[in-house]
């Protein structure tokens, strides 16, 4: 929510209606005028993908959450027509 005032609109996406019932409840709890969630949406031509995710790690196991995504499988999908790719991991944490 925190880039909200980043953008003059924010759509979030999710497979999932659980997060996006969650999206909702933060969008409304935050007043926030320029944001929508969508569950199915086709992107426009000229638009950013932006997926805010987990690194992919096989050892979740869960009913309510997938594993996240693995960036260089994101690369490889043509139907998307990446023309500028970027990962940025915004947090890691490791467990020695």
Do not use: P, W
């Amino acid at each position: 929510m925190n880039l909200l005032n980043e953008f003059r609109s924010m759509l979030f996406l999710d497979t999932s209606q659980n997060m996006l019932n969650i999206i909702n409840q933060k969008i409304s709890d935050s007043n926030a005028l320029n944001a929508s969630t969508v569950l199915y949406c086709i992107l426009n031509f000229n638009g950013h993908l932006l997926i805010v995710d987990f690194n992919k790690n096989e050892e979740v196991v869960s009913d309510m959450f997938h594993i996240g995504f693995d960036q260089g499988q994101l690369k490889e999908i043509k139907i998307l027509d990446i023309r500028d790719f970027r990962d940025i991991n915004l947090y890691l944490k490791r467990n020695f």
